[in-house]
């Protein structure tokens, strides 16, 4: 496998590492943690001018990349910032979802989306439905969706709400679920808008015969869902190899200045072997995020193997590197005005999304055996 950027990628990833380092300053955090958002307007419109929007998407959809290398490229580059802003909400799940299943109208909706002038939120998990995709109680009736959804990210601040609702079947069939489009200003529809630990914002989410527009077959959407949370979990395990590789490059200068009896504490070999511990666990990281943007496109079963070993990994690794970061760091680690507070919230914040280390073990378990 090469594993060398194209041309195109590398000006991608030039471009977008020099304005997200340039555009989140300690006062910007600050300021998007104050905000009713919890995202920045102002970096928002910069990432779609830049074409960064863009990059989630093929050529046939308006974009120029869309391949599972182009998803981890951003997402990486989003976590070594601590980044909030809503790109896999609105690019990745929404966008590819309108993108996999809408008809002539709907894909216009494309042009905004890469545009940065439409946000997006997909309002799917349930209160009590864990990471199981199938599980799904809202119901839909005449184009009218009536339940409540959890946890919906971007949701407070969205343009357009995708829903899920049950059109057929029992409460965990995968056949039945449907799509609806819903706008955010629709009657019968409430959003309470909360912030996240780790940045960004969540909304609980109810429907009482709030209408909707049917966003492709009806009952037949779990197939698109699943592949919409398989490159979605991609892009967040390249956004947490982003989030380890910031912390590591802290805590080194770290050892590399505070001192102890007269030396820097990185002189000493314990610290030396921990931190080497945490380089290996994290080149092993990225290995598991390239190996699973080459499988993106493979048969479901074969994609869906490599999603569940990549996350158990990314969780593991996660959950290591905070927590050596923070105890090498002594007491300031966990201090709210230094940087390594908030990479550290969001690298752990990442195992808790799209499923956790002990859902994706159990998961690759069973896949594999299958």
């Keep these: 496998m090469n594993f060398d950027l194209t041309d195109e990628r590398q000006m991608l990833q030039d471009g977008l590492r020099r304005f997200l380092r340039d555009k989140y300053t300690p006062d910007l955090l600050k300021q998007i943690a104050d905000s009713e958002i919890g995202t920045s307007q102002d970096v928002w419109n910069g990432l779609a001018e830049m074409g960064v929007i863009g990059a989630l998407f093929t050529e046939e959809q308006g974009g120029f990349g869309g391949a599972g290398f182009d998803l981890a490229l951003v997402a990486e580059e989003m976590g070594r910032v601590g980044a909030t802003d809503p790109l896999i909400d609105t690019g990745i799940l929404g966008g590819g979802l309108i993108a996999a299943l809408g008809n002539d109208d709907q894909q216009a909706m494309l042009e905004e989306i890469i545009a940065g002038t439409r946000q997006l939120a997909l309002a799917h998990a349930e209160p009590g439905s864990r990471y199981d995709l199938s599980r799904v109680s809202t119901t839909a009736l005449g184009g ?118 007269g030396q820097p504490i990185g002189k000493f070999q314990a610290l030396q072997h921990r931190m080497a511990d945490v380089l290996i666990e994290i080149e092993q990281a990225r290995s598991a995020v390239i190996n699973l943007a080459g499988h993106l496109e493979a048969e479901s079963a074969v994609r869906d193997v490599h999603v569940a070993a990549t996350k158990t990994l990314i969780g593991q690794v996660a959950r290591l590197v905070a927590e050596e970061s923070i105890q090498m760091h002594g007491g300031i680690g966990m201090t709210e005005e230094y940087g390594l507070a908030h990479l550290a919230k969001r690298l752990v914040m990442v195992d808790h999304r799209f499923g956790d280390t002990l859902y994706h073990m159990d998961r690759f378990i069973a896949l594999a055996v299958a």
């Design 144 to 261: 009218k969706l009536s339940g409540r959804k959890a946890v919906v990210i971007n949701g407070g601040a969205a343009d357009t709400l995708i829903v899920s609702a049950r059109t057929a079947g029992g409460v965990a069939d995968q056949d039945g679920i449907s799509l609806y489009l819903v706008a955010a200003d629709a009657p019968g529809l409430t959003r309470r808008s909360y912030p996240l630990t780790g940045g960004g914002h969540a909304a609980e989410v109810t429907l009482d015969d709030t209408p909707g527009t049917l966003l492709g077959d009806e009952g037949q959407s779990y197939a698109a869902l699943a592949t919409a949370y398989a490159r979605a979990t991609c892009a967040i395990s390249a956004e947490a190899v982003g989030l380890m590789e910031a912390i590591r490059i802290l805590t080194v200068d770290y050892l590399k200045t505070r001192k102890q009896f």
